[in-house]
């Protein structure tokens, strides 16, 4: 929309048009009419050459004073239809445009060297697409505004509706993902103990399995309870309370190959396995028999054939999710983390499977008091 206009004294002279939400035109003028051919200079330093209207209409080239460059088509103003644009960043997406934005059909290749490609709305990734990274790892289905949401099964479809279950989804950090993965659309049956608070879970509308995981057969019957591309586990033990840590895992990892889900996500501790050293000598006085437990849980697993990815938390807190949390492959690295944090972090390690066959220490470096036993 034309907002304002100036024109020299000469009859050959320069002009500008301001639209609106948009960057100011210098351009250049013959008698009444802007030029139909030569270079618009944009206001802020840009340049654009092609074809056009009272705006950019057809099919032109940008080159925008930070680096980018646009080639492809436009529709008043807006770039549409087919075209590249090479990022400042040193990105490049080439394919559809919808309202001046990646829309439709389209690649990304990123600075890094990984690659998109798939369905595009709204400037980011939305619908089917593969991101394939560059030591080769994939993650292929549903993206959401960018965020990998699941994978596809083998009929195409992506598989959500009965997808996950998740052992501990009562209570600390199970509860955590399982909210996350339901408030997102993925389907979740929660096993729960006949005694378990089930008030969190209500409203997220989950599915039940209801049992004990020291009991092989309520196991199994979760398992066969609906077609899950996953499984999660938290639970951890209580005073007074046979320890689940070991027998549970046990359960699991047997009636998850009996039902042929692969896919599995655990939460240990650090302390475990390779990583006794790396808590501290009150740590290991307080809870040896703990760790001890959960290390045999873990190799139970790691010698499975299944496709794990093993989470082993610091010390475990109540505050909210703060997003600095870390999963890294360095066994020696200790510290605290939140349940909500650890429960996100599960979450994005079920979606990564780059992170198959790992164990990951998760700690959040942003909590600086140390965990009680470390102090
Ligand atoms: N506390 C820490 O600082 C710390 C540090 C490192 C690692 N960890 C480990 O991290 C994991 C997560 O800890 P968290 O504090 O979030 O959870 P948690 O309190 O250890 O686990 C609670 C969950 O396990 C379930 N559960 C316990 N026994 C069960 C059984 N026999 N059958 C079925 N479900 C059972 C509970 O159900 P109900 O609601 O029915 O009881 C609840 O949902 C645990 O493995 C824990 O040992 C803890």
Do not use: C
């Not at 798939?118 to 593969?130: A, F, Y």
């Not at 501990?168 to 049956?189: F, I, M, N, P, Q």
């Not at 499975?304 to 989470?311: E, K, R, V």
């Amino acid at each position: 929309m034309v907002t304002g206009r100036w024109v020299d004294d000469e009859e050959k002279g320069h002009g500008t048009y301001t639209f609106v939400n948009r960057a100011k035109y210098a351009i250049e003028w013959t008698g009444d009419e802007p030029q139909t051919d030569g270079p618009w200079a944009y206001a802020n330093g840009g340049k654009y050459v092609g074809g056009r209207d009272d705006r950019e209409h057809g099919h032109g080239t940008v080159m925008y004073n930070d680096g980018g460059t646009y080639i492809g088509g436009y529709d008043h103003g807006n770039k549409q239809g087919k075209g590249t644009f090479w990022y400042p960043s040193g990105g490049l997406y080439f394919g559809d445009w919808e309202g001046g934005k990646p829309g439709g059909q389209g690649t990304f290749v990123l600075p890094d060297g990984g690659v998109y490609i798939g369905e595009w709305h709204n400037g980011m990734p939305n619908g089917l697409g593969i991101l394939t990274e560059p030591d080769n790892s994939t993650k292929e289905g549903l993206w959401k505004d960018g965020q990998f949401v699941g994978a596809q099964d083998s009929s195409g479809g992506v598989m959500r509706k009965g997808s996950v279950l998740v052992f501990g989804a009562s209570r600390g950090t199970g509860y955590e993902a399982t909210k996350l993965l339901a408030e997102r659309g993925d389907h979740v049956t929660a096993f729960v103990r006949p005694t378990s608070d089930r008030s969190g879970l209500e409203p997220l509308g989950v599915d039940y399995a209801v049992g004990n995981i020291l009991d092989p057969a309520s196991v199994a019957a979760a398992f066969a309870s609906g077609e899950f591309r996953a499984v999660i586990n938290t639970v951890g033990g209580r005073r007074g309370e046979p320890r689940p840590d070991f027998e549970g895992v046990k359960n699991m990892v047997e009636a998850a190959k009996a039902a042929g889900v692969s896919r599995v996500l655990l939460v240990t501790a650090i302390g475990t396995g390779d990583s006794l050293n790396t808590v501290s000598a009150r740590t290991r006085e307080v809870l040896g028999p703990v760790l001890a437990i959960k290390s045999e849980a873990e190799a139970y697993l790691t010698a499975s054939g299944l496709n794990y990815t093993i989470l082993r938390p610091g010390g475990l807190t109540r505050e909210p999710a703060s997003g600095t949390g870390i999963m890294t492959e360095d066994h020696g690295v200790m510290g605290s983390i939140s349940r909500a944090e650890l429960g996100a972090l599960v979450v994005r390690a079920l979606d990564d499977d780059s992170t198959i066959g790992k164990i990951l220490h998760t700690v959040d470096p942003a909590i600086t008091n140390k965990p009680p036993l470390e102090r």
